[in-house]
């Protein structure tokens, strides 16, 4: 078993900053996807980016490039996400998630099989 917690969320002007993390604890994950999606009320959970553990390369929705960085660092078992230039669009619920394989493809919630409980984000106008 794989435990995920996210911290890090809370309301920001429209312009602004959040940092997002995500500790994993548990059973290594070394062969891992790591993923962060998010929701908003009434629409479908959403991928915004994932990393692969081992290599750290990078992978990110349309709507998170430039905006958005995904790291890792293995020594803390922690993913992060550093989300800049923040849009009231960007207002969701985000969540962390895990995956053993891409088997869905690592734009799929379908192929996570770990999930954190969720952290809110809120952008003002």
């Known amino acids: 078993q794989v435990q995920l917690v996210e911290s890090g969320g809370g309301l920001v002007q429209g312009g602004g900053s959040l940092r997002l993390s995500c500790a994993a604890s548990?059973?290594?994950?070394?062969?891992?996807?790591m993923g962060w999606f998010r929701q908003a009320p009434g629409k479908e959970r959403e991928f915004v980016t994932a990393?692969?553990?081992?290599?750290?390369?990078?992978f990110y929705a349309d709507s998170a490039k430039g905006r958005f960085t995904m790291s890792r660092d293995k020594a803390k078992n922690t993913v992060y996400l550093q989300m800049n230039s923040l849009k009231p669009e960007d207002t969701a619920v985000y969540y962390c998630?895990?995956?053993?394989?891409?088997?869905?493809?690592?734009?799929?919630?379908?192929?996570?099989?770990?999930w954190g409980q969720g952290t809110q984000v809120t952008v003002s106008s």
């Open positions: 990393i692969t553990w081992s290599s750290g390369g990078t």
């Open positions: 548990g059973r290594t994950f070394s062969s891992y996807f």
């Open positions: 998630a895990a995956a053993k394989s891409s088997r869905w493809g690592i734009r799929s919630p379908m192929s996570y099989d770990y």
